[in-house]
């Protein structure tokens, strides 16, 4: 399946520019669409409160089940004052 990946962050010299479609097994998750991003760029894994995932628009967790055509929003929580 494919999946269209989008994030408010570089992901570095990876190649996954902001909408990169990526190709996953079916049945994939969140979880493992971020592990295929860190393990084949040699990234350090993100923890799961450092990292929002937004698929179709919707706030999803990281065990959330994904499906040809979605599209994957990540985003890193900014605060400050």
Known sequence: MRI??????????SGLNN?????????ST???LINIIYSSHQKES???G?????VNGKARG???PLRDGDTVDLH??????
């Open 50 to 54: 450092m990292l929002i995932a937004i």
């Open 4 to 13: 269209r990946l989008r994030s408010t962050f570089s992901i570095g010299d």
């Open 76 to 81: 890193i929580p900014v605060s400050g004052g």
């Open 30 to 32: 969140v979880n493992d």
């Open 19 to 27: 909408g990169k479609l990526i190709h996953l097994k079916d049945g």
């Open 46 to 48: 993100l923890e799961q």
């Open 62 to 64: 990281f065990d959330h």
